[in-house]
């Protein structure tokens, strides 16, 4: 199934559907869409939505801030997880897509040193997201689509901190 969503950058599956911002993909070639459309699909086809909760969890950075509840400490490691993971997710099939002959938007995750790798070996190869903190307490976000008390920014994108709402995206 797909469903549109203004509210997500590009798209992305949770496995069983695929989200996508009409904007975005109204901004694409054709050729561009069929890539978009592979890259989802293929998440689900190798099994990286039901693979991620396999891998363990990055090291959390030093700047983490020391007054973290549990609960928060659980979502931050549990969003860093993700965001590494997807990047190797990434890394892994969107060579695929390209020797396939269809293409892909710009800013796409290729790199020679990775094709033909697991995406968990890929993720074992890769850095620890960027994180930095503003604010007192990482809550999910609110009703109106904001940060609830603390925001942090993941390798320059502001996350709210729910790891949920994402799924496994372009």
């Known amino acids: 199934k797909m469903v549109p969503d ?9 496995g069983a559907t695929i989200r996508y911002n009409p904007e975005f993909i109204n901004n694409l070639s054709l050729k561009k ?3 978009v459309c592979c890259h989802e699909v293929l998440h689900c ?3 990286h939505i039901w693979r991620e909760k396999d891998l363990p969890f990055p090291v959390l950075p030093n700047n ?5 509840k549990p609960e928060e400490l659980e979502r931050l490691k549990l969003l860093l997880r993700h965001d590494k993971a997807n990047m190797a997710m990434d890394y892994a099939i969107n060579p695929i897509i ?3 002959g269809l293409e892909l938007p710009e800013r796409c995750l290729i790199d020679e040193q ?5 995406m968990e070996e890929i993720y074992m190869k890769l850095p620890t997201p960027k994180v930095t903190f503003s604010k007192v307490s990482l809550g999910g976000p609110r009703q109106d689509g904001q ?3 603390r925001s942090m920014t993941i390798d320059g994108q502001p996350r709210c901190g729910d790891v949920e709402s994402g799924g496994n995206g372009s």
């Open 6 to 14: 203004p509210t997500i950058p590009t798209a992305c599956t949770d």
């Open 33 to 35: 869409i069929e890539g």
């Open 45 to 47: 086809a190798c099994g």
């Open 64 to 68: 983490t801030p020391k007054d973290l």
């Open 98 to 100: 390209i020797d396939s």
């Open 114 to 118: 990775y094709k033909g790798l697991a």
């Open 147 to 149: 940060c609830n008390e």
